[in-house]
C-alpha cells in the first residue's frame, strides 16, 4: 500500500515515485498494489491517475476537512484504511506530511518503521532499506524485524512510474465521518512563496551562496551565474539566519533536498547539516578559500580561491562557451 500525496490540483511526483517502487515490490511479494489519496475536493477524479502508475486499486478519501495537511484528521482516515486492509508493506513519502505521518502510523500498528530510504528491497520475505545517516556521511542497511513493515522514501530517489494509459483497476471510496470539532487543530491557509526563476527542488543546475559570501549584496553574483545557467539560487542556513536571503532558498536538513545535475557551493564550509541537502545531487562543484573545507571533501570538482575573483571569471567563461 502506498500513500499518494496531492499537488493542489495534480498528483505530487512522490506518487509517481511511490507508485513505481511499490509496484515493483508487490509484483516480487506476489501481492497487489493498493493507493491512498487523501484530499479536499476533486481526490476522486485525481486518485483514478494512480491506476495508470500502476495501482490495481485505489481507495480515495475525499473531504472538506481533509483540504489542507491537518495531521489528527489524516492519522485518523490513513490509520483505519491501514487498519482495514492490513497490508505487508506501506510506503510513503519523505515529504513534511509523510514525516508527520509515519511514526503515528507505525506506532498506532506495531509496523516496523524506517524513515527517508533512498533503496528498498525484499530479503527472506522481509522489507529491506537503505538510507543515509550522519548527514549523508554515512550509509545505514536496515531490515524489519516484523512482517508488516513501513517506510518513507526519500525524494527523487526511486525513478517515477511510467504512465500505462488505459490500464483498468479498483476504484473505492473511503467515508470520512471525523467531526471538525472532534480535532484539536483545523487547517487555516497555504501561502504561496512568491519565487521567480527555476524551483529549487526541480532545478538541473543549482548555485548556492553561504556565509563566505559577506553579505546580501553578493548573492547579485549568484544570480548572474545562475542567469547563465539556468540554475536555481540556494543558500546555506547561515545565509538565511544573517538575513541576506529568504527561508525558501535555504539547502538542507532544515532546509529542501536538492538532486540537480552539478550544485555549486560557493562560501560555503559543508557542514553535515547542510550536505544532508545538497549530497544527493549528483555532482558537486565547491568554491571556497580554505583547501580544508569539508566540502572539498564530498566535491567531485573544486576551485580554491576567492569568489569575488572565481564567480565572475566562471560566468564570462560558460556565457561564452554556451552561446557558442
Ligand atoms: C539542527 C540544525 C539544523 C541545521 N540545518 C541546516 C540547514 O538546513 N542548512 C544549512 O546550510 N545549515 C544548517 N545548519 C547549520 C550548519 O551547521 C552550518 O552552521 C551552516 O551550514 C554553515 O553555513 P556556511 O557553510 O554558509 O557558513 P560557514 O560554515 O561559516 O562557512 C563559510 C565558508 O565560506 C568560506 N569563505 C569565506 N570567504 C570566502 C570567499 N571570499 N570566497 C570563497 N569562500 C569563502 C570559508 O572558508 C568557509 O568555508 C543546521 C544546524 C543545526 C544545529
Redesign the pocket.
Known amino acids: 500500500m502506498i500513500l499518494a500525496e496531492r499537488n493542489n490540483d495534480r498528483l505530487a511526483l512522490v506518487s509517481s515515485e511511490l507508485s513505481g517502487i511499490g509496484r515493483k515490490l508487490a509484483d516480487e511479494k506476489g501481492g497487489s498494489l493498493i493507493a491512498l489519496l487523501l484530499g479536499g475536493s476533486g481526490t476522486k477524479d485525481l486518485a483514478k491517475g494512480l491506476i495508470a502508475l500502476g495501482a490495481d486499486k485505489v481507495l480515495a478519501a475525499e473531504s472538506d476537512i481533509l483540504e489542507g495537511y491537518n495531521n489528527a484528521a489524516y492519522t485518523e482516515v490513513i490509520d483505519s484504511a491501514v487498519g482495514e486492509t492490513d497490508p505487508a508493506i506501506f510506503l510513503l513519502g519523505c515529504t513534511s506530511a509523510g514525516r508527520d505521518l509515519g511514526p503515528r502510523i507505525a506506532f498506532r500498528r506495531g509496523m516496523s518503521y524506517a524513515n527517508d530510504c533512498s533503496e528498498l528491497s525484499l530479503e527472506e520475505g522481509k522489507l529491506a532499506a537503505v538510507r543515509s545517516v550522519y548527514g549523508g556521511n554515512a550509509l545505514s542497511y536496515v531490515r524489519s524485524r516484523t512482517d508488516k513493515a513501513m517506510t518513507s522514501i526519500r525524494m527523487k530517489a526511486f525513478p517515477p512510474a511510467d504512465i500505462e494509459e488505459g490500464r483498468t483497476g479498483e476504484l473505492g471510496e473511503i467515508e470520512v465521518t471525523i467531526e471538525a470539532g472532534a480535532l484539536k487543530t483545523s487547517f487555516i491557509e497555504t501561502r504561496q512563496v512568491e519565487a521567480e526563476g527555476v524551483r529549487l527542488e526541480d532545478a538541473e543546475y543549482v548555485v548556492s551562496?553561504?556565509?563566505?559570501?559577506?553579505g546580501p549584496e553578493n548573492f547579485e553574483q549568484l544570480a548572474k551565474l545562475a542567469k547563465v545557467l539556468k540554475a536555481a539560487v540556494g543558500?546555506?542556513?547561515?545565509?538565511?539566519?544573517a538575513g541576506w536571503v529568504p527561508t525558501h532558498m535555504?539547502?538542507?536538513?532544515?532546509?529542501k533536498i536538492v538532486s540537480p545535475t552539478l550544485y555549486i557551493?560557493?562560501?560555503?564550509?559543508?557542514?553535515?547539516?547542510?550536505m544532508?541537502?545538497?549530497g544527493p545531487s549528483k555532482n558537486i562543484l565547491a568554491?571556497?578559500?580554505?583547501p580544508d573545507?569539508?566540502?572539498f571533501q564530498r566535491a567531485r570538482y573544486g576551485i580554491v580561491?576567492?569568489?569575488?575573483k572565481?564567480i565572475p571569471a566562471l560566468t564570462e567563461k560558460l556565457a561564452k562557451l554556451l552561446e557558442s
Open positions: 551562496g553561504g556565509r563566505g559570501l559577506g543558500a546555506s542556513r547561515a545565509a538565511v539566519d535555504q539547502v538542507g536538513q532544515t532546509g557551493a560557493v562560501g560555503i564550509s559543508g557542514a553535515m547539516q547542510h544532508v541537502g545538497a568554491i571556497n578559500t580554505d573545507a569539508p566540502i580561491g576567492d569568489y569575488r572565481v
